[in-house]
């Protein structure tokens, strides 16, 4: 545990000029450390991290870091740049870079070491030290905490003197404020917000408790601290927990950055809400970045960010609903393989069971997926409001799903029942009730109101101009034909191949799966070209490192050899990291071919029941032979765009020669290759 740094991970006179260089002089160190297996991988995480959201900070940090499957051990590895480095930080270069590598399977030990250095990145002190540092040996021991005691923090001062009657003296308690931090990866930032604010809030004499929801753990604040608490920062890039406990507090709720680079104006922030009352800018069903972050409420960010916050929602509902759909639709699949398709009209199993005879092992493997289809929709509404509003929309989100089946309204009037379950709920959570009923609120009194509420939309307002919206749209997709339906396979196999997992990919899937939940011939075709099109990226890969190789690392001609099972698995993401290594050509080229998939799959009438599993579920799907012969036309496209791009660069010699100058993504492709 104590090795997390050593002085070979050190570099004080880091020569890199751009951060991809950086990173990689560092990852290098690391190899030679034997704490990551495979730099290139290792280096396309940190980049697909980097893309989340920049790495630089306030005071000269840049902190590039990732949990990778190919680090086998928590690892620290520290350069300094006389010269600076752009990690987009608001004040400019860093000159204290810190890569941090976490395995995939980190445990809470070497997690919590990794936050506590994030804490003290933000101690002037220490960034001094670092930058005063000589010998490689010392600044690694210092990253890794070893140095002498510090004397009592001025908060415990300022305990000692509140416990001795100096706040008595000055008239009034301190100003106290509750905080929750988070980020995507939970290893750095969250813990350096956590760190600033507190640090600002000794300075403004304002008394602040965080809680870190990161990856040391989640230890909930106490219920009476937040119950003394006058406010509350949210400073978080993934939902808060538990959003419920902070109801009816006055709410500064921004992103982590900010909670890092400006402290004070948060706390200043909070403390004018507080003056003026503002006890309903928080509820428990409040998941975005509101008017604390700098903007007027009903600004044009704002809006920017619900829409961000109700893809949210939505995709909760969709993640939630497919393993349903995974079941129920492959044992339908597999009934009708056996049975064919009049199988789903026989009797009971409950009544007619022979063990013998196939049809009544088709029958019951129809029956038990049907069962599953049922709850397709309920589930879909339940966990849409559950991401809005947490556990009491869970019941009204249901009962709407419920009642969108009963009025024929479907898959969108399941999504519309979630959105009204969730809204219902955040109203009344925004009620202030005494505290006697609090505790009987989430699990009697908010699930009872909102779906008599929710009830009376479906049934009486909503649900029959939704049914007749759902049989329009019914109805367009079983019309589709000629032109019309290739233009929805391009449309359809570029969302897939864009993003390749990503939002675009979930949006396009979530439209296919939908239509499963009452299939037509339509919808069928829908989620055909839609798996076609999400095979292509990964199996383009593997054949362009098969019938290329010198254009592709080691890494990625091992890669592609897992890429050709992912892709006939309809893993689109086994494509990532060659998008993450040269996004400039790897992803038009799969967008290419996963269009001309989408459309000939479209074409050809191709049908499929299963929402998932490749080519292992071929037998069942309408039209094999031709769906076989749309991938493999994507996969050819894609395969010579991609080669074709990479073999033009590779034959420009200075221009690759002044990438690797660089230390661009690509020059690390063309030394290799």
Same mark, same amino acid.
């Given at each position: 545990?104590? /090795?997390?740094?050593?002085?070979?991970?050190?570099?004080?006179?880091?020569?890199?000029?751009?951060?991809?260089?950086?990173?990689?002089?560092?990852?290098?160190?690391?190899?030679?450390?034997?704490?990551?297996?495979?730099?290139?991988?290792?280096?396309?995480?940190?980049?697909?991290?980097?893309?989340?959201?920049?790495?630089?900070?306030?005071?000269?940090?840049?902190?590039?870091?990732? !949990?990778?499957?190919?680090?086998?051990?928590?690892?620290?590895?520290?350069?300094?740049?006389?010269?600076?480095?752009?990690?987009?930080?608001? +004040?400019?270069?860093?000159?204290?870079?810190?890569?941090?590598?976490?395995?995939?399977?980190?445990?809470?030990?070497?997690?919590?070491?990794?936050?506590?250095?994030?804490?003290?990145?933000?101690?002037?002190?220490?960034?001094?030290?670092?930058?005063?540092?000589?010998?490689?040996?010392?600044?690694?021991?210092?990253?890794?905490?070893?140095?002498?005691? /510090?004397?009592?923090?001025?908060?415990?001062?300022?305990?000692? +003197?509140?416990?001795?009657?100096?706040?008595?003296?000055?008239?009034?308690?301190?100003?106290?404020?509750?905080?929750?931090?988070?980020?995507?990866?939970?290893?750095?930032?969250?813990? *350096?917000?956590?760190?600033?604010?507190?640090?600002?809030?000794?300075?403004?004499?304002?008394?602040?408790?965080?809680?870190?929801?990161?990856?040391?753990?989640?230890?909930?604040?106490?219920?009476?601290?937040?119950?003394?608490?006058?406010?509350?920062?949210?400073?978080?890039?993934?939902?808060?927990?538990?959003?419920?406990?902070?109801?009816?507090?006055?709410?500064?709720?921004?992103?982590?950055?900010?909670?890092?680079?400006?402290?004070? /104006?948060?706390?200043?922030?909070?403390?004018?809400?507080?003056?003026?009352?503002?006890?309903?800018?928080?509820?428990?069903?409040?998941?975005?970045?509101?008017?604390?972050?700098?903007?007027?409420?009903?600004?044009?960010?704002?809006?920017?960010?619900?829409?961000?916050?109700?893809?949210?929602?939505?995709?909760?509902?969709?993640?939630?609903?497919?393993?349903?759909?995974?079941?129920?639709?492959?044992?339908?699949? #597999?009934?009708?393989?056996?049975?064919?398709?009049?199988?789903?009209?026989?009797?009971?199993?409950?009544?007619?069971?022979?063990?013998?005879?196939?049809?009544? @092992?088709?029958?019951?493997?129809?029956?038990?997926?049907?069962?599953?289809?049922?709850?397709?929709?309920?589930?879909?509404?339940?966990?849409?409001?559950?991401?809005?509003?947490?556990?009491?929309?869970?019941?009204?989100?249901?009962?709407?799903?419920?009642?969108?089946?009963?009025?024929?309204?479907?898959? &969108?009037?399941?999504?519309?029942?979630?959105?009204?379950?969730?809204?219902?709920?955040?109203?009344?959570?925004?009620?202030?009730?005494?505290?006697?009923?609090?505790?009987?609120?989430?699990?009697?009194?908010?699930?009872?109101?909102?779906?008599?509420?929710?009830?009376?939309?479906?049934?009486? %307002?909503?649900?029959?101009?939704?049914?007749?919206?759902?049989?329009?749209?019914?109805? @367009?997709?079983?019309?589709?034909?000629?032109?019309?339906?290739?233009?929805?396979?391009?449309? &359809?196999?570029? *969302?897939?191949?864009?993003?390749?997992?990503?939002?675009?990919?979930?949006?396009?899937?979530?439209?296919?799966?939908?239509?499963?939940?009452?299939?037509? +011939?339509?919808?069928?075709?829908?989620?055909?070209?839609?798996?076609?099109?999400?095979?292509?990226?990964?199996?383009?890969?593997?054949?362009?490192?098969?019938?290329?190789?010198?254009?592709?690392?080691?890494?990625?001609?091992?890669?592609?050899?897992?890429?050709?099972?992912?892709?006939?698995?309809?893993?689109?993401?086994?494509?990532?990291?060659?998008?993450?290594?040269?996004? #400039?050509?790897?992803?038009?080229?799969?967008?290419?071919?996963?269009?001309?998939?989408?459309?000939?799959?479209?074409?050809?009438?191709?049908?499929?029941?299963?929402?998932?599993?490749?080519?292992?579920?071929?037998?069942?799907?309408?039209?094999?032979?031709?769906?076989?012969?749309?991938?493999?036309?994507?996969? #050819?496209?894609?395969?010579?765009? %991609?080669?074709?791009?990479?073999?033009? !660069?590779?034959?420009?010699?200075?221009?690759?020669?002044?990438?690797?100058?660089?230390?661009?993504?690509?020059?690390? %492709?063309?030394?290799?290759?």
């Amino acid at each position: 545990m104590s /090795e997390l740094i050593t002085a070979e991970l050190v570099d004080l006179d880091l020569s890199a000029t751009t951060k991809d260089a950086a990173a990689r002089s560092l990852a290098e160190r690391m190899v030679a450390a034997h704490r990551v297996t495979d730099l290139d991988g290792f280096l396309a995480d940190v980049a697909a991290r980097e893309a989340q959201m920049p790495t630089g900070l306030d005071g000269g940090i840049g902190i590039p870091h990732c !949990r990778s499957e190919h680090v086998n051990a928590p690892t620290l590895a520290f350069g300094r740049s006389a010269a600076g480095i752009d990690f987009g930080a608001a +004040d400019g270069p860093a000159d204290l870079i810190f890569l941090i590598a976490a395995p995939a399977g980190a445990d809470d030990d070497h997690l919590t070491i990794l936050s506590g250095l994030a804490r003290r990145l933000m101690d002037p002190e220490f960034t001094a030290a670092l930058r005063a540092g000589s010998d490689p040996a010392a600044v690694a021991a210092l990253n890794r905490g070893e140095e002498p005691a /510090e004397e009592p923090a001025p908060e415990e001062e300022r305990a000692e +003197d509140t416990e001795s009657g100096t706040a008595e003296a000055a008239g009034s308690a301190p100003f106290r404020i509750v905080a929750v931090t988070s980020c995507p990866t939970g290893i750095a930032h969250t813990y *350096m917000a956590a760190e600033s604010l507190a640090a600002a809030g000794r300075a403004e004499g304002v008394e602040v408790t965080v809680e870190t929801q990161g990856s040391a753990g989640f230890k909930k604040l106490d219920a009476g601290v937040i119950a003394a608490a006058d406010a509350v920062i949210w400073a978080h890039d993934v939902e808060v927990r538990e959003k419920a406990r902070f109801r009816g507090k006055p709410l500064v709720d921004v992103g982590v950055k900010a909670g890092i680079n400006r402290p004070a /104006e948060l706390i200043a922030e909070a403390r004018r809400k507080a003056e003026r009352g503002e006890t309903a800018a928080v509820s428990e069903a409040d998941g975005g970045r509101g008017s604390g972050d700098g903007g007027e409420e009903g600004s044009g960010a704002d809006h920017a960010h619900f829409g961000v916050r109700l893809r949210t929602y939505l995709m909760s509902g969709v993640s939630y609903m497919v393993p349903f759909v995974a079941a129920g639709g492959l044992l339908i699949a #597999l009934s009708f393989a056996i049975g064919g398709y009049e199988i789903a009209s026989a009797k009971s199993v409950a009544d007619h069971f022979v063990w013998g005879e196939a049809d009544s @092992w088709a029958a019951l493997l129809n029956q038990i997926g049907s069962a599953a289809f049922a709850f397709l929709v309920p589930v879909l509404a339940g966990y849409i409001a559950y991401g809005m509003a947490d556990r009491p929309a869970l019941v009204p989100g249901f009962v709407g799903g419920s009642i969108a089946l009963t009025v024929n309204a479907g898959f &969108l009037g399941g999504l519309v029942a979630g959105l009204l379950a969730g809204a219902v709920v955040m109203a009344i959570q925004r009620v202030p009730v005494h505290a006697t009923l609090r505790g009987i609120m989430p699990v009697l009194v908010i699930p009872l109101i909102a779906s008599a509420v929710v009830g009376f939309l479906m049934f009486i %307002v909503v649900g029959k101009p939704i049914a007749s919206l759902q049989n329009a749209l019914t109805d @367009w997709l079983n019309g589709l034909s000629g032109s019309n339906a290739v233009i929805l396979g391009v449309v &359809l196999g570029l *969302m897939m191949c864009f993003d390749m997992g990503g939002p675009l990919n979930k949006v396009a899937y979530a439209f296919a799966v939908g239509g499963l939940a009452d299939p037509t +011939d339509g919808s069928l075709k829908v989620m055909a070209a839609v798996m076609a099109a999400g095979m292509v990226p990964p199996l383009a890969m593997a054949l362009a490192t098969t019938v290329r190789k010198k254009l592709f690392t080691k890494t990625e001609r091992e890669n592609g050899r897992a890429a050709w099972v992912l892709g006939a698995s309809f893993i689109t993401e086994g494509a990532i990291p060659f998008a993450a290594a040269d996004p #400039l050509r790897v992803i038009p080229s799969v967008m290419a071919g996963g269009a001309v998939t989408g459309a000939l799959s479209m074409a050809f009438g191709a049908t499929l029941r299963a929402p998932h599993g490749g080519v292992f579920v071929v037998p069942l799907i309408g039209q094999p032979f031709l769906y076989l012969l749309a991938i493999a036309a994507g996969t #050819l496209v894609a395969t010579a765009l %991609v080669v074709l791009l990479k073999g033009a !660069r590779r034959a420009a010699p200075d221009a690759a020669g002044e990438a690797g100058a660089t230390g661009s993504d690509d020059s690390r %492709v063309t030394v290799a290759a």
